[in-house]
């Protein structure tokens, strides 16, 4: 299931706007003000986010800054006057799409599927291929090599590393990711986590590597931490 953040100030649209992101099959998250916005953006991964330009605490332009230091997550921004430079700054901030209030509901659901399909073409186009510091994971082949040497992984290994090192120094809660890797429907618990985590840290251990690890945050979960 998809996951969507709605952040707009105007209760009603969110409203509404939840309602037809949950008939489109999202799972939906909002947030009413700018650091609320900021805060859901960077605790869990989103495959959207709908962001209004004028919030309190923190504006649109603000919070899209913020989340491209961290993540390419799609951006449609939602303005209300619709003048030129909110269009200009809000695709220079690193927004994706943006949409002028007012608005039908229909508009902005096929907004998101249009700017959803595009980002999957380009993801489709690019290798799946992460490489720092001699660890290399090749997500199309699910192989993993340290210096050159393969690591074998199990498949879920492989997924778990690569949402790790691909969000380098982000860090992971439990729940976040076996939500996002073993999914909502998985009857599981967050042992499962602690447990894939040991595996693959002893797997990982196994070459010896310099200045990346995956260090456990006491009481929150996990990061690939960048150390050079």
Known sequence: ???ILIADDNRQIVSILEE???KEGFSVTTAFDGNAALDKASSKPFDIILLDVMMPSMDGFTVCREIRRQSSVPIIMITARGEDFERIM???TG???YIVKPFSPGEVMARIRAVLRRISREDDKKAQIFAL???TINLDEYITEIGGVRITL???ETELLWTLATNKNKVFSRDNLLNSLWGFDYYGDTRTVDSHIKRL???LDEQPHDG???KTIWGVGYKFEVTS
């Open 1 to 3: 299931m998809p996951n």
């Open 20 to 22: 037809y992101a949950k």
């Open 90 to 92: 809000g695709l220079d």
């Open 95 to 97: 927004a994706d799409d």
């Open 133 to 135: 510091n001699g660890l």
């Open 154 to 156: 199990t498949k879920k």
């Open 201 to 203: 840290r002893a797997k």
């Open 212 to 214: 990346w690890e995956i």
